[in-house]
């Protein structure tokens, strides 16, 4: 194998690579493709424009290596990351698919939910001309390697006018140090269809990790499709997710998007709106403290008319910690009576904090209506002094305030199991963020 | 109700107090005991909100001078939240709209905080939804205040009837109403005054800041006092508000 290349740390990725053997010749070749564009492409730097304010540097700095062949956790060990509503479940162990922690039994007919190698076969029909065609991988290093990667991943169909009743939940979990995983899904919601799909990206002990993470999402005509992405990796690990969703005509997407983990992370949300009358909901909340750093970008890409997009982004950030949001909403010629909103929300909770917000709107159609705001702001003291007056202690007051602003993105998440889960987790880490 | 020898709920000696560097108060004296209604009235601008949030212990309110002791305490060395413990309360002039925190789980929280200090048990969400509802129907509030947000969207006057709705279930020793009337219409005015009337105890007290005499012909105050330039001018009982109604401000700062 070839692996000459212009970067010393993607050369170092790729190190003992060796291509996902397959007999699929249009997936070995999208997978070659994907190797040569990574060779090609070199590790983004702040002067990049769209990593400007993400210094990824610290990820150069470890020494990757690929999975070895730990001992894999027992179903006790996961069981507090699962959902109960989710009766179907595909566990991912350090990116390598775990029967074992699954669950896809009892699932009507028209739902396939199922590891991506073992539908290759069946389903390639569905999958081929979605593969790998979605997520742009051409000056994506990340989306490159994860591509070059692609073997182990998740495969989800609902087939026309099919409903999913329960979510269904998609469990990538870390378990060893320096372990570079490129987690894979591919969602294929067709026309009139319905379903709930749940990414939990999270850890079991406290390590350095990599998670290179690629999601394609179809939407079809008339379907509606709620998406949770929930980032808890552990703290000295690093995230790079890519999602890109095609939405067609008259569907509905909606995307609730949270980071809570990771050393640096960073999401590429791609919304392509393909058909007219399309309705997406992007909700996205990062909390974070310490020495975290959360990046967003996303894009709402209004590609035919009568399209409606709403987008609300907070962030809340305590310690010394960096959040990043851009947001990217492009309406292209001739996509009239577009109606698309955007909001960032942030909250400092301390001096260092620091928050860099962008929203970025580039319209080409003259009969749309396109608003966007952002905030930033410290906790207010107003609200704070109303609730002392009533009695509540400063610490509790605060809590409930930075609560109060999580909540409004929390409470949407179409998952109460996972709703109640992550106030806890927020209540908790706002205590933590909180101290001076 | 004036009772000689009543309980000496609060006692303010020469408070003098800034806003951003800026004295407001210059020196007020004001002695308030158990059982008793006060009325403090002024024009704009005259201090009158100032006192009633330096009392409360707003962050923003600098005290420059002078003392205050509730129930013979120091009231100046407890934070807000302590001196809402201890039975003070502040019916604001603008209550705060508190987006994405339920208006019926703040009422608990608020509830308990103050049961707790008082020694009594928490109520859970059940016990405490029938409490208070018994509280809305005597304030005839409607129910669908529970299911917002803290004031969020809510109109004056329902702004004003959630304060008196806290104060009728904080059931505080001292209550401070800034500027509770205004905005109101005739019947919200009627029930809030309802509201304050049933809270009058021989052992509490309150004080009521307005501009208007209006507030006051539903609740009669046993001493008017006078507010003009950060001091009190003048002090009388109820015809003295009559006076002012019928002769406007001017009068009394000229008198002073």
Redo the contacts between chains.
Sequence with gaps: MNTATGHPYIEALLKGYEAPRGSISWLNERRAHALERANALTVPTTRDEEWRFTDISPLTRVPFRPAAGAARPAMADVARFVAPEATTRLTFVDGAFAPELSATAGLPYGVVVSPLVAALDMHAAVIKPHLARHAAFEHEVFAALNTAHLRDGAFIWVARNQKCPTPIQLLYLSTQKENAAYPRCLAIVEAGAECTLVEDFTSLGENIYLNDAVTEIVVGEGARMRHVRVQREAGDAFHIGHCTVAVAKDAHYASHAVALGARISRLDLNVLQQGEGADVQMDGLALISGRQLADTHSLMDHARPHGRCRQMHKCIVGGAAHAVFNGKIMVRPGSQLTDSSQQSRNLLLSDKAHVDTKPQLEIFADDVKCAHGAAVGRLDLEQLFYLRSRGLPEPQARNLLTYAFAAEVLERIPVPSLVEQLEKTVLAQTQMADRP | MIRAGAEILLEVKGLRAKVAGVEILKGIDLTVRAGEVHAVMGPNGSGKSTFAKAL?????YEVSGGTAAYAGSDLFAL???Q???AGL??G?QY??E????SNSA?LR??YN??QA?RGKDELDPLEFDDYLREKMKLLDIDASFLDR?VNDGFSGGEKKRNEIL?MAL?EPRLAILDETDSGLDIDALRVVANGVNRLVKPDNAVVLVTHYQRMLNYIVPDYVHVMDGGRIVKTGGKALAEELEARGYDWVKEAA
Excluded: M
């Excluded at chain 2, 409360?56 to 923003?60: E, Q, T, V």
């Design positions: 409360a212990g707003h962050p923003a934070a807000p939240e001196r809402a413990r309360f502040l604001f209550p705060v508190i987006p994405g925190v703040f929280l608020a905080t103050v200090v947000a806290q904080l």
